[in-house]
């Protein structure tokens, strides 16, 4: 059994950062990719990040523009998102997820990013 969980969500000013975790406990056999998604109210989920297993460079939504890293953590099924310059419009809910190469993928719950003055 695979369980995902995001957490480090919240609010923030517009111009701030914020750092999002992401952990799925149990194992993911044949691990391809792994990244976020986020989704706001009235609209769809769109990527945001995305690396893979292959160890290429890291894909971002094109509204990303240097302002948004994602890496992975120092244990296998652990990454991070790093936000910075972090406007209104990223407001959304922001998942976490993990993508066998079968293409079977494990979701998070989902995390609430407020970005708000």
């Known amino acids: 059994q695979v369980h995902v969980e995001e957490s480090g969500g919240g609010s923030v000013q517009p111009g701030g950062s914020l750092k999002l975790s992401c952990e799925g406990s149990g194992r993911i056999f044949g691990l391809g990719a792994m990244g976020w998604y986020r989704q706001a109210p009235g609209k769809e989920r769109e990527l945001v990040a995305l690396i893979f297993s292959s160890l290429s460079s890291p894909k971002y939504g094109d509204f990303v523009r240097g302002r948004f890293t994602i890496s992975r953590g120092s244990t296998e099924n652990t990454m991070y998102l790093q936000m910075n310059s972090l406007k209104p419009e990223d407001t959304a809910v922001y998942y976490c997820?993990?993508?066998?190469?079968?293409?079977?993928?494990?979701w998070g719950q989902g995390i609430q990013v407020t970005v708000s003055s």
């Open positions: 997820y993990f993508r066998t190469l079968s293409n079977f993928d494990y």
